[in-house]
């Protein structure tokens, strides 16, 4: 099934079960008001949600509407936790070679992650709002999964059946903020405004094969200002799997339910599939003739992240958004 949020019904929107191919809804409210609801109740409530994506599919559902992307918020407005690794190592190589740094040993066989923002996330449509173009403003298209309530100290293979839900994120990112940041030893603060998730979070079971040891086998697909900037595949070189990414995080805490846990940007070691952020183009082009060539976003950008289907359909829906500067 695939699930969405209005703008409507408060800060945590209202909970909508969204047809396969995007087109209508169905408000849950008699099952669960938000999608956060949904998630604390996963087991009594997924069957039936999975009910009524079954009936609106087939075109029996009751109240069905037409849905518009603009309508959409966030699926999660704002979740208890969103914590992002770096799981594809060919983007952390080629960022430290660029620089001349190694990559250190533990990187291959432990998790490198951080505490995102989470408080707040845009709609897939709203406008990444940024004071200031010196800031290096990038974007990062990368997969998520949400969790239920997942236990302390889980396995990889435990975590597993903890995925409930797969989406996307524009994770954004301020270049130009983040190295004084990281300099400082203590992580991200100010480089890591609000990102923008998919349009819709999806079952597993909903990408049928595409889905398989715990990672999406598609390509990421980005563009900008209408202009084809990569495809990188999602499935391949991706160090760690989504169930070592959350038993991770688990080792020494449990997880409420709805947690985000992202993969990192997409990134493969065949540069000609492009790439999922600005950061490592501009790398790649250091590597190749010394300088970087691709500037970061300015006012007025538009781009936009999606995956598809082998038959070229929409299975998240697109997040399509424009930089603009904000105003007081």
């Not at 169930?243 to 709805?258: F, Q, Y």
């Not at 990134?267 to 790649?284: I, M, P, Y």
């Not at 999606?306 to 603009?324: L, P």
Request: charged residues 20%.
């Amino acid at each position: 099934m695939k699930l969405g949020s209005l703008k409507e019904g408060g800060r945590d929107g209202t909970l909508v079960v969204v047809s396969r191919d995007l087109t209508r809804a169905v408000r849950a409210s008699g099952i669960a008001a938000t999608l956060q609801a949904a998630l604390d109740d996963w087991s009594n409530v997924a069957p039936r949600l999975n009910a009524l994506s079954d009936a609106l599919n087939a075109g029996t559902a009751t109240d069905a509407f037409a849905l518009e992307m603009a309508a959409l918020a966030s699926p999660l407005p704002r979740a208890y936790e969103f914590v992002d690794g770096s799981a594809y190592l060919p983007h952390v190589e080629r960022v430290r070679r660029a620089r001349g740094a190694e990559v250190p040993k533990s990187f291959y066989t432990d998790p490198l992650m951080y505490q995102a923002t989470s408080a707040g996330f845009l709609g897939p449509r709203d406008p990444v709002v940024v004071p200031s173009e010196d800031y290096g403003i990038d974007l990062e298209a990368e997969v998520i999964v949400i969790t239920d309530d997942v236990p302390m100290a889980v396995t990889p293979a435990q975590a597993s059946q903890h995925i409930q839900l797969v989406g996307l994120v524009n994770d954004v990112s301020l270049r130009g903020l983040i190295p004084g940041e990281l300099a400082k030893g203590f992580g991200f603060l100010q480089s890591k405004p609000r990102s923008a998730l998919s349009p819709v979070l999806v079952t597993p079971d909903e990408l049928g094969e595409a889905w398989s040891g715990d990672k999406l086998h598609l390509p990421m697909r980005t563009w900008l200002n209408g202009a084809w900037f990569g495809e990188a595949e999602c499935g391949v070189d991706m160090q760690f799997s989504f169930a070592e990414l959350v038993a991770h995080v688990a080792k020494t805490r449990p997880l409420t339910a709805g947690t985000i846990v992202g993969s990192g940007t997409i990134a493969n070691e065949d540069t000609g599939k492009g790439a999922s952020c600005l950061a490592e183009q501009r790398t790649v082009e250091t590597l190749r003739d010394g300088h970087p060539t691709t500037p970061f976003l300015k006012f007025g950008d538009r781009l936009k992240i999606d995956v598809t289907d082998a038959a070229g359909a929409s299975i998240f829906g697109s997040i399509e958004q424009q930089v603009v500067p904000y105003r007081r």
